[in-house]
Every structure is written in structure tokens, then in C-alpha cells.
């Protein structure tokens, strides 16, 4: 089993930056596909950005160039860097995790979530 916990979110304003984490606890995640996906109010969920364990990575098309996805394997962690942040992005992040996958953008290829943390960016 794993159990993942995102950190990170909050309140700014447009153009700044925030660092969302999420920690995986219970396996090495060292093989795992890491995903973050968001969920606007109203919205299905989305694809934001993933790493393969091999550190292939891949973004949306709104947040390439903003948005970086990283692992520190030795803390079990992924990170999401979100610069130049815009109210469009506005929604709960997920981070999500698969290990029998090497690549997905749907939401329904990964087996394990994180309860989400909110990110509002205001105008």
C-alpha cells in the first residue's frame, strides 16, 4: 500500500510561485510514474504533469514553460513548481502514483491518490 500526502498550497497572487510537495510513505517509489493532476470547482479532473521513473517528463500544454515536476528519491518525495502563477490554475492538486504504468495522462491509470491541497491564485 501506498499513501501519499500533498503539501504546499495556498493563496497567492498572480505571478508568484508556489512549491507543492507530496510525500509517499509505505514503498519505494524509485519505479513509480508520478503524476500531478488538478480539479477546478465545476471541472473534471486534469492532467497536469508526470515523471517516469526514469525522469521522462511531460506537461499540459497550459503550464509548459511554469510548471516542473521533480522526485528527490531519497525522500520519497515529488515536487510541482508552479512559477508565474495565473488565476486559471485556481484548483485542488493531486498527486497521484502508479507502478505497473510507464506513462499516463488519465487519471484512471493511476492507482494511488493523495486527499489533494488547494491552490487560489487571485488577479
Known amino acids: 500500500q501506498v499513501q501519499l500526502v500533498e503539501s504546499g498550497g495556498g493563496l497567492v497572487q498572480a505571478g508568484d510561485s508556489l512549491r507543492l510537495s507530496c510525500a509517499a510513505s509505505g514503498r519505494t517509489f524509485g519505479n513509480y510514474l508520478m503524476g500531478w493532476f488538478r480539479q477546478a470547482p465545476g471541472k473534471e479532473r486534469e492532467f497536469v504533469a508526470a515523471e517516469t521513473w526514469s525522469g521522462s517528463t511531460g506537461y499540459t500544454d497550459s503550464v509548459k514553460g511554469r510548471f516542473t515536476i521533480s522526485r528527490d528519491k531519497a525522500k520519497n518525495t515529488v515536487y510541482l513548481q508552479m512559477n508565474n502563477l495565473k488565476p486559471e490554475d485556481t484548483a485542488v492538486y493531486y498527486c497521484?502514483?502508479?507502478?505497473?504504468?510507464?506513462?499516463?495522462?488519465?487519471?484512471?491509470?493511476?492507482?494511488?491518490w493523495g486527499q489533494g491541497t488547494q491552490v487560489t491564485v487571485s488577479s
Open positions: 497521484a502514483a502508479d507502478l505497473t504504468t510507464y506513462w499516463a495522462t488519465m487519471a484512471n491509470k493511476y492507482d494511488y
